[in-house]
């Protein structure tokens, strides 16, 4: 998973750097909101919540 974390990290950091370079491209904004959500979801699955079993 850590791979995954660190693949997902640098294209959020590619994609705000696209944004920052071309700050009214709209297509670039919604490419980097979904890096974000990808990251967001990535992280979400590594946590120690997610990886517990069913509470009794």
Do not use: W, Y
């Not at 693949?7 to 994609?15: I, K, P, R, S, Y």
């Not at 750097?17 to 979801?41: F, I, M, Q, V, Y």
Request: some cysteine; charged content about 25%.
């Amino acid at each position: 998973m850590p791979d995954e974390i660190a693949a997902a990290g640098q294209q959020v950091v590619d994609m705000l750097g696209a944004c920052a370079a071309a700050p009214d491209d709209l297509e670039t904004a919604r490419a980097a909101d979904e890096a974000l959500l990808r990251l967001e979801h990535v992280l979400a699955a590594d946590s120690p919540l997610s990886r517990k079993g069913p509470s009794s």
